[in-house]
Nanobody, 124 residues
Framework: EIQLAESGGGMVQAGGSLRLSCVVS????????IGWFRRAAGEEREAVSA????????YYADSVKGRFTISADNAKMTVYLQMNSLKPEDTAVYYC?????????????????WGQGTQVTVSS
């Protein structure tokens, strides 16, 4: 059974940074890509970033390119999302999910396993 658990959310001022962590179990990092998604209040869920450790592929939504960095530590079975230069529009619940399937158009994990989410709030 694939299980994921996010942590690291919190409240920061605009321009600040947070690092989210997603600890995974039940599969090998080389088996699937792992994605970060977010859902703001009243909005649809959107893909933020994803990583495939088997080939180093990474995906970033246009809205976070240059500000967010995804990485994976295979030994710790953990995927990180370093978020810098945070904006109020980054406020959302952030989820990690696997397997994630990505193309140049975005990523989805509709049929995968999801963590419980972690709240990120960016104040102006």
């Amino acid at each position: 059974e694939i299980q994921l658990a996010e942590s690291g959310g919190g409240m920061v001022q605009a321009g600040g940074s947070l690092r989210l962590s997603c600890v995974v179990s039940g599969f090998s990092f080389d088996d699937y890509a792992i994605g970060w998604f977010r859902r703001a209040a009243g909005e649809e869920r959107e893909a933020v970033s994803a990583i495939d450790s088997s080939d180093g592929y990474t995906y970033y939504a246009d809205s976070v390119k240059g500000r967010f960095t995804i990485s994976a530590d295979n030994a710790k079975m953990t995927v990180y999302l370093q978020m810098n230069s945070l904006k109020p529009e980054d406020t959302a619940v952030y989820y990690c999910a696997a397997p994630a399937y990505c193309s140049k158009y975005g990523c989805s994990a509709d049929f995968g396993s999801w963590g419980q989410g972690t709240q990120v709030t960016v104040s102006s």
